[in-house]
């Protein structure tokens, strides 16, 4: 299963800035979950059909299920990793996806 999360930076917060903190502070806590077996972020550079939602940058998250993982995101390490996220974000949407 996956966890597609779309998200946009708040005012301030520069795309290279983030790839600085997605390296020492992101990457290795969504690893450190129990739920997670496997973490990569991307920029978005461009959309293929419509707005594409203003969306600057998305998390792609393989997880156990969508219960493990909100239950991590709750209790540390991952709670201090979603309260430390969230100081940097503006808005997102999480897709949970299930492979056909």
Known sequence: MLALTLFR???????????????STIRPGMNAMPSVLGFRDFEVTGVMAGSGGGW?????IEITSEEDFERDNTQPPGKHVADDWATWVEEFTVLWCQEL
């Open 9 to 23: 930076l708040k005012a301030g917060h520069t795309v290279q800035e983030y790839r600085a903190y997605t390296e």
């Open 56 to 60: 600057q940058l998305i998390e792609v």
